[in-house]
């Protein structure tokens, strides 16, 4: 099998696999949007809390959108309490035409790990399985008496373990596996890491093969571009990449490394087409959200989408500032022809 190929998780067919990760503050569907247009075969929402959504919060109702050219997609919850992400589940199941339900497992915020939530599931394996349990069980009810959804697999994302001392990726491998979770993704580092440090990508391979082919296992963790994704689907024999950090204001990583992994080489674009891509972005985000709001959002993404270019910190430096579209236009003139 080729390093670039489908995916199934259950039922549901992927067309691809390369991923982008649930990532607080950039996954929402504008983003996503534009990933899906370069190839990503499957994203994943910005975490939705789970208590939020079932005591009725409207923010849950945006981040859950779907985007118009997403065909997949999976909704990310949390919550610390397995009942109230069953009831999330649910919901979401009525609430939208999502393809899968994934758990955060992983995120390290100290405000997700007090609610029992994220990372916390990483240290509490029974927590996990009666989390993961709640879940499936309740989506499996609700698809059986709506068979026109059709199956819906329940994945959760997990990370290595607590701290060096609490390495428990293999306790709460064996515990998904045990709820029946139909995917695992698995993001090599500790709570106590964060996003610091380097991943470690030998416990994926572990992972890999504690699971021995029941489930996909997907990798997460310092594949950034379309090299070191080749080098983590070689190295740890994981089914698919997810893309986090590396993706943000660059969604022709996705483009990139299909290339990469079909023909061992890739076109990388020019400082106008990622910025390009950046403004197109804004448009959708105005759609969503109005100018005011979309542009204190873009902020912190046009960073990103600016990065590598020459003079940049000056330029982000004027990017923090921006309140318009007129102001980002003015701010990037210089570096896009059709601008000027």
């Known amino acids: 099998m080729t390093l670039y190929h489908p995916v199934s998780i ?3 067919e992927l ?4 991923f982008l990760a649930p990532i607080a503050g950039y996954s929402d569907r504008a983003f996503r949007s534009l990933c899906v247009e370069q190839g990503a075969a499957y994203c994943t929402t910005e975490m939705v809390s789970a208590e939020a959504l079932t005591r009725g919060s409207g923010k849950t109702q945006e981040l859950m959108q779907k985007a118009p050219n997403e065909k997949i997609y999976a909704v990310q919850l949390f919550g610390g309490n397995a009942d109230v992400v069953a009831r999330a589940a649910i919901m979401t199941l009525e609430q939208t035409d999502c393809s899968s339900i994934d758990i955060n497992g992983g995120c390290p915020v100290p405000k997700i ?4 939530a994220g990372s916390m599931l990483t240290k509490e394996p029974d927590r996990l399985y009666s989390i993961v349990s709640a879940t499936k069980k309740a ?3 609700y698809t059986q008496a709506h068979p026109e959804r059709g199956e819906v697999p329940v994945t959760i994302k997990i990370r290595s373990g607590w701290d060096a001392g609490h390495m428990t990726w293999r306790e709460c491998t064996e515990a998904a596996l045990s709820a029946g979770v139909d995917a695992l993704t698995i993001h090599a580092r500790t709570r106590a890491q964060g996003y610091e440090g380097k991943a470690d990508w030998d416990i994926q391979r572990q992972v890999v093969e504690t699971v021995n082919g029941k489930i996909p296992v997907f990798g997460s963790g310092d594949a950034h571009t379309p090299e070191t994704a080749r080098q983590m689907l070689e190295q740890t024999g994981v089914d698919g990449v997810m893309f986090a950090r590396g993706a943000m204001g660059d969604p022709f990583l996705f483009k990139r490394t299909i290339q990469f992994l079909t023909t061992g080489q890739y076109q990388a674009e020019t400082i106008e ?7 197109r972005e804004l448009d959708l985000n105005i759609q969503d959200r109005g100018e005011k709001a979309a542009c204190l959002l873009m902020r912190k993404k046009f960073c990103a989408y600016s990065s590598g270019i020459r003079g940049g910190a000056k330029l982000r430096q004027q990017v923090v500032h921006a309140e318009t579209a ?3 236009r003015q701010i990037f003139s210089p570096y896009i022809q059709s601008f000027s």
């Open 10 to 12: 259950g039922k549901l």
């Open 15 to 18: 067309p691809g696999n390369l």
């Open 113 to 116: 790990v007090k609610s029992g």
């Open 139 to 141: 989506v499996q009810e």
């Open 273 to 279: 087409e990622r910025l390009l891509a950046g403004f």
């Open 326 to 328: 007129r102001d980002y």
